[in-house]
């Protein structure tokens, strides 16, 4: 089915991901641009199952997915006491978590929705279930809001004018709506500040041709494509004023997990002297990890690099590596821009203070 119009997330026309009847459905990300088709989950594997296929990616559409694909889950449970529906919950819980290990979002959902249901206890199975659904919508709608503070709190930082390079997709459909990285620039262009992006292409998946370009040219935001290897040379002739990327997880230190690729173009930045931001919601901070070597960073199929839109490109038997994620030091980062405003080093002091404010 293809998608028709829809609430305003940033896309316009485009959600991300919705309750569709008893159903969860979620754009085909895989399919951008070409096509906006519907994929529909029917139970809370067929959620896991689209996370691990990227049908949805994205830190933040991950966590809302988990959290509706468990509401999803929590529907089907046939349980005559809260203890015999929290054990089986909690079994659905662990499963999603192992959907994919990078981005921290996943665990916050797992974790938010089970604290739901563990506090009603004494309340009927019906109406538990009820309000896991609740809250997964709420999580949607909440993150549409952080990301339009994200965006409000780090348009400041965009100069009038500004060639912005971003890397991967952090935009709407990596969200509930609006996008993080791409909700700055979103807030930069409504402010008429004029602004061009330049967008990684981001190999092997392509988030920036495909998924960032689609989203901005909807908009009519100045884009172009480059391959990733143009970047540095790019900075050097002095045509990107600032680099803001998304976040999969951003260790207690400051340390940043993105995209692979992030890390070369955050070194790039720093020795062309031009800033480079991480637009992030406080739920990708992760405090329980002291810094970015102790991230889990995915490792995907050799496929993803050999085979290029079902076309094997690679001779056959061709070893591939295929980390998903890399991690940024935090001395690279110029700053972290949040809902509850902008972080800057030192990031340990900076990130334990945001995380305990009242
Ligand atoms: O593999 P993906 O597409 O899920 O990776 C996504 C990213 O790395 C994004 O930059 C990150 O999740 C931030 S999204 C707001």
Known sequence: MTARRNKPNGIGMVPTIEWYGSHVRMIDQRKIPSRTDWYTCRGYRDVIKAIQKM???GAPAIGIAAGMGLALGAGSIRAKSFGSFMKKFERMGHEMLLARPTAVNLRWAV???AALARSMEGHSIEEIKAELRLESERMLNEDIEI????GENGEPLIP???TILTHCNAGALATGGYGTALGVIRS???KGKKINVIADETRPWLQGLRLTAFELMREGI??????DNAAGFLMRQKRIDLVITGADRIAANGDVANKIGTYQVAVLARTNKIPFYVAAPLSTIDPTIRNGDL???EERGAEEICIFRDRQVAPVGTQAINPAFDITPARYVSAIITEKGILRAPYKAAIKKIL???
């Open 111 to 113: 974790d938010r929705m």
């Open 295 to 297: 991230i889990p960073v």
């Open 147 to 150: 990301n339009k503070q994200i």
């Open 222 to 227: 100045p884009v172009a494509v480059i391959a």
């Open 160 to 162: 009038r004018g500004a």
């Open 356 to 358: 305990t404010a009242p």
């Open 55 to 57: 049908v949805i990616r």
């Open 188 to 190: 930069a262009h409504r």
